[in-house]
């Protein structure tokens, strides 16, 4: 990959960090809704209703990238006896806030950011840590405000604990949301517990790798910046 292409790739991300972190400049996000409805076309776990914010929405599950929006996504389909709409992966306040406004319940995840920023740089490696670290930062403040109408569930909740955590959303909602999942399935959603041991200590060697570069990567100010919003959100998310 080009240098030039990364930095389009890296510039495009911002513009949509940009305008998704602002409640009021949602209609912008339309581009990036289309563009997410053609993805969600092709994938079979997936709808193109459940691309966009909407009334008929079951449920709203996002979070910045890298806070197992996937694994909660899946694994809280996998509970379900009957089929429902859940808005996924949309990465975008202006749009999850708003579907909140319209009565959709929403589980907004959440993970510390060393971790969720290393996840994205990962997955992406175009991405500055540094940039990811500021759109964390913007994406949870504009989250922080709107905690209210929505249940928030950190990592560690997330991915242990995803049944109770689908009890707190049917008190919160008064839905009537599943919440059996037999642990036999568990390792069709978190592909951690698939690895060999072999596996297991290469992943732990590289997470040693890439929590120098994030350190080597970012400046102490930006890191306290998104270790407060976290440490603020995490003191209101779900408690198991």
Known sequence: MSNLFQRL???????????????????????????RKRRFEVRP??????????????????????????????????????????????????ETIRAAEMGVPVLMTLRRPADSVSSMVRRWPFVPYQS??????????AVEPHLDRMILSDFPVTTKSLPEVVDGLNARFGTSFGNQ?????????????????????????????????????????????????????ASRSFQV
């Open 181 to 233: 999942l037999p642990p036999d399935r568990m390792t069709e959603f978190e592909p951690r517990l698939q690895q060999t041991p072999a596996e297991r200590e290469e992943r732990e060697r590289q997470k040693l790798k890439i929590e120098a570069s994030y350190l080597g990567q970012t400046t102490t100010r930006r890191r306290g910046d998104a270790e407060a919003i976290y440490e603020r959100l």
């Open 45 to 94: 776990e997936s709808v193109p209703e459940e691309a966009s914010v909407s009334r008929y929405l079951d449920l709203v599950i996002d979070g910045f990238p890298g806070s197992a929006n996937s694994f909660a996504t899946r694994a809280f389909r996998a509970m379900q006896k009957k089929k429902v709409l859940v808005g996924n992966h949309y990465h975008s306040p202006a």
């Open 132 to 141: 990811a670290l500021r759109w964390y930062v913007m994406f949870y403040e």
């Open 9 to 35: 790739r890296c510039g495009s991300l911002e513009v949509r960090f940009q305008i998704s972190c602002r409640c009021h400049l949602w209609p912008l996000m339309i581009p990036f809704t289309l563009k």
